[in-house]
């Protein structure tokens, strides 16, 4: 009889509660809402740890590696034209010459070139970095132009036609700039920047390989000599294209050679050649690769005959 009195209070003891009013069984109070407390925390924890993340990497991206890479040559041009241009390019499903024309007709005056400059200054500077001649070498360039004040000016390598315009704008009345591009990506808007600079009249931009072009600048342009020439392509191609320009006597006594990025990213056998060759008095004009403090500079080179 003991026996079953203790199963007994022991079954009433294990009996759940039940609620007097709907007779259902009452359930712990706390351990849904702690699942819930529980999830709410690992939500929040992951989503300060998701912005905290972005937040590094946006830090990373946009300040802290372009403040580093700013001195140092190799790092600047692959941090920019490698890592950045590539990664924009994916995202925006655009290229950077055509985000920069976005923001010459978004920020420019059309038909004020100097307004066009200041656009693409403001861009490299503040957006996205871009191997054009700059504001400080160009400064440079617009002082060796009006020195010269050519009445023939050729470019080599027009790529978004900054440096095309600020050549232009300063030509005197009558004077036609001939820039080469091989890149047809490149020149279709180069044509864009230089028409909303409004200096299409000023400008003739062929597309091709200057190697195939300097041959015919005679034929196609009825020109005998360059008073000035602007070289800012592809680096392995300085020194063959003015030794062919030699060849085809489009240099006079007295004809101006300006040359960018001689030492970043360099051009060493240019140089070598320019400062060497007793046709050739050079002088050097230090300055810093483009929108960086990694020293780069032009070589102006007079042709002596």
Known sequence: MCELLWKEAVGKREEPKKDRIRGEPIRARGSGECGNCSDRKMLLSFLAVSSLGAAVLYALFSWLIPAVVQYNGWWALFWHDVIVEKTLDTLTRSTRPQRLLRAVQQKAIKGDPQSVISAIDYFCRHSEWAMNVGDEKGSILDSVVCEVCPTTALELGTYCGYSTVRIARLLP?????????????????????????????????????????????????????????????????????????????????????????????????????????????????????????????????????
């Open 173 to 305: 009345p009558g004077t036609k700039l001939i820039t080469l591009e091989f890149n047809p990506a490149f020149a279709a808007v180069a044509r864009q920047v230089i028409e909303y600079a409004g200096l299409q009249n000023k400008v003739c931009l062929v597309e091709g390989a200057s190697g195939d072009l300097i041959p015919k600048m005679c034929q196609m342009f009825g020109i005998k000599t360059f008073d000035f020439v602007f070289i800012d392509h592809w680096k392995d191609r300085y020194l063959p294209d003015i030794k062919l320009l030699e060849e085809c006597q489009l240099l006079r006594k007295g004809s101006i050679l300006l040359a960018d990025n001689v030492i970043c990213p360099g051009t060493p056998e240019y140089l070598e050649y320019v400062r060497n060759s007793p046709h050739y008095e050079s002088k050097y004009f230090k300055s810093h690769l483009e929108y960086t403090k990694v020293e780069d500079g032009l070589e102006k080179s007079v042709f002596l005959g």
